[in-house]
């Protein structure tokens, strides 16, 4: 099980970036695959952006032209840079970890463990 710690949430304008992190306390991280969910007040958890154990990059449909999701095993910390905020950004965003088959890659019951999530407030 990892330990999972997001960071870099805050208030932010609409039209800035932001670049949230993920770390992880353990060795394993290069051995997990990894993904971003996000959920807003009185909504359900939503799938933001996946990073595979082989490298393979998944992305929301509607958010990816503004999305971009990296990890670096040597720092065990997965990153997703959100670009062109807007007010609709609002949410906690949470980091993922599982052993998660294909197919599940976007859905939150795949995944094992959870971090307690960062705030993203965007104002307009």
């Known amino acids: 099980q990892l330990q999972l710690v997001e960071s870099g949430g805050g208030l932010a304008q609409t039209g800035d970036s932001l670049k949230l992190s993920c770390a992880t306390s353990?060795?394993?991280?290069?051995?997990?695959?990894m993904a971003w969910f996000r959920q807003a007040p009185g909504k359900e958890r939503e799938f933001v952006a996946a990073?595979?154990?082989?490298?393979?990059?998944y992305y929301e449909d509607s958010m990816k032209v503004r999305l971009t999701i990296s990890r670096d095993n040597a720092k065990n910390t997965m990153y997703l840079q959100i670009n062109s905020l807007k007010p609709d950004d609002t949410a906690v965003y949470f980091c993922?970890?599982?052993?998660?088959?294909?197919?599940?890659?976007?859905?939150?019951?795949?995944?094992?463990?959870w971090g307690q999530g960062t705030q993203v407030t965007v104002s307009s």
């Open positions: 990073c595979r154990r082989d490298g393979h990059l």
């Open positions: 353990q060795g394993s991280f290069r051995q997990k695959d």
């Open positions: 993922a970890e599982g052993v998660v088959i294909l197919s599940r890659t976007r859905d939150a019951s795949g995944y094992a463990d």
